[in-house]
């Protein structure tokens, strides 16, 4: 099974400041049709998951700008170029390229606001 | 506007079947590349994937769950229902459904997956006797 691996768990910063989260997977996420499944999100306290990015780098509709997504084969970064009090959460990678076919999430970082 | 609900019991005993249904507005899943998925996530840990309908009633599960779980779903009532069989305190989790979609270019050709784009608020069931 693929296992995704995300660092660090927890980071705390400051408003204004960037902030990375990486996300490696056990195997390469390139899919046969040229595609990589790598998806971000973010679970705000007390609600679900909200989708940040897809494919790796394509923000969903109405994630703001500050978010990016980048990475191929097996590793990845989420980037928040300036941290904003509504940024706090958890943020998860999640992969879909694994045969048998199946969704696999990592564990988790959470941010919090310093 | 893409809406789902999970509605279900809230406290099951160990080795009863849960039945959950999520019911869901703003699409129809007979809509080609439209999926409704679900997802758990037991109390302050990480989310693991469970199982996930297409619209042309392809199945797909977690192969460490494949034997307890059954996706079904009703197109006319916009539902879809997930059973778990032999439910065991570990079992215990806020269980969510989840809207998926594949999107495609103008000549009507595959191009990617949205994944999971919309998520229901989650229903918390807890497996004690």
């Known amino acids: 099974d693929i296992v995704m691996t995300q660092t660090p768990l927890s980071l705390s910063v400051t408003p204004g400041q960037p902030a990375s989260i990486s996300c490696k997977s056990s195997?390469?996420?390139?899919?046969?049709?040229?595609?990589?499944?790598l998806y971000w999100y973010l679970q705000k306290p007390g609600q679900p998951p909200q989708l940040l990015i897809y494919e790796v780098s394509n923000r969903f509709s109405g994630v703001p700008d500050r978010f990016s997504g980048s990475g191929s084969g097996t590793d990845f970064t989420l980037k928040i170029s300036r941290v904003e009090a509504e940024d706090v959460g958890v943020y998860y990678c999640m992969q879909s390229i694994q045969l048998p076919f199946m969704y696999t999430f990592g564990q988790g970082t959470k941010l919090e606001i310093k | 506007q893409i809406t789902l609900k999970e509605s279900g019991p809230t406290l099951v005993k160990p080795t009863q079947t849960l039945t959950l249904t999520c019911t869901f507005s703003?699409?129809?899943?007979?809509?080609?590349?439209?999926?409704v998925g679900w997802i758990r996530q037991p109390p302050g840990k990480a989310l693991e994937w469970l199982a996930l309908?297409?619209?042309?009633?392809?199945?797909r599960y977690s192969p460490s769950l494949k034997s307890r779980l059954t996706i079904t779903k009703d197109t006319s009532k916009n539902q879809v229902v997930l059973t778990m069989t032999n439910m065991d305190p570990v079992d215990t989790a806020t269980y969510y459904c989840a809207h998926s979609r594949y999107y495609y270019d103008s000549s009507g050709y595959y191009v990617g997956s949205l994944g999971f784009d919309y998520w229901g608020q989650g229903t918390l069931v807890t497996v004690s006797s």
């Open positions: 309908i297409y619209w042309d009633d392809d199945k």
């Open positions: 703003g699409f129809s899943l007979s809509t080609s590349g439209v999926g």
């Open positions: 195997q390469s996420l390139l899919h046969s049709d040229g595609k990589t499944y």
